[in-house]
């Protein structure tokens, strides 16, 4: 496992995105102008636009297997969400795989994960994680490819809790890394401590293990019908 990108976001003044020097690697592009800032007081990222948006950090991973993690947190409303994205691509914001915290209307925040291929999001799997709002937590993607099949899985706090097998790679040769973000108010939803890791191809990634092989020599996931899986 190698770093690539780090970001601990830390600023003597609030920087935009744009301008600011990450401590690992090249800066970040964002998809709207603006929509970033890493606040000086307490070091860390804030998204200050009611709209979902990116911003992609510059490093090529150097392989489509790879971890996105950071510390995050949102507030209670649907309309508040803040995480990290994988596979990534200098061309446009179109396409990524997204893991994040969200509001779940409640009082508590819960975990998503998304896909995005040619900017329609899909969402794949969710987990009830019932953290306290405005509370800093672990996430972290991690996205391995075997044989043209791409599995993710999302971690809260360092356990397992969302697992996903995409039999078809919609990404493939896409290799960068970044964050996503959508907040109706300053101050509700914020970011620290990124990190993108690439890391080599593993068959004991838990969605892998549940892979077996057709006698055609195409990937299925083990117990569950072919036309189950997307």
Not at 154 to 174: P, Q
Not at 196 to 215: I, N, Q, Y
Request: some cysteine; aromatic content about 6%.
């Amino acid at each position: 496992m190698s770093v690539v990108g780090q970001d601990l976001f830390t600023e003597a003044v609030n920087t935009g995105l744009a301008s600011h020097t990450p401590d690992v690697g090249a800066g970040w592009t964002l998809e709207v102008a603006g929509s970033y800032t890493v606040i000086a007081a307490d070091d860390n990222l804030e998204h200050n636009n009611g709209v979902v948006e990116m911003a992609r950090k510059g490093d090529d991973v150097g392989s489509a297997d790879m971890d996105v993690s950071c510390n995050a947190m949102s507030t209670n409303s649907t309309s508040r969400l803040t995480g990290v994205c994988g596979r990534m691509t200098t061309a446009d914001f179109a396409n990524a795989i997204q893991a994040y915290f969200v509001g779940d209307g409640g009082t508590t925040v819960d975990v998503k994960l998304y896909s995005e291929i040619g900017g329609v999001r899909v969402e794949d799997g969710s987990y009830d994680a019932n953290i306290a709002q405005a509370t800093m937590t672990a996430l972290k993607l991690s996205l391995r490819t075997v044989a043209s099949v791409l599995a993710a899985e999302v971690f809260v706090a360092g356990v397992s809790r969302i697992t996903k097998t995409y039999l078809t790679d919609a990404l493939a040769g896409n290799q960068y890394a970044g964050v996503i973000g959508q907040a109706s108010g300053n101050n509700s939803v914020r970011l620290d401590d990124f990190l993108s890791e690439s890391v080599a191809a593993a068959a004991g990634h838990p969605a892998m293990r549940r892979l077996g092989m057709t006698r055609f020599g195409r990937p299925v996931e083990m117990g569950r019908s072919q036309a189950m899986v997307a």
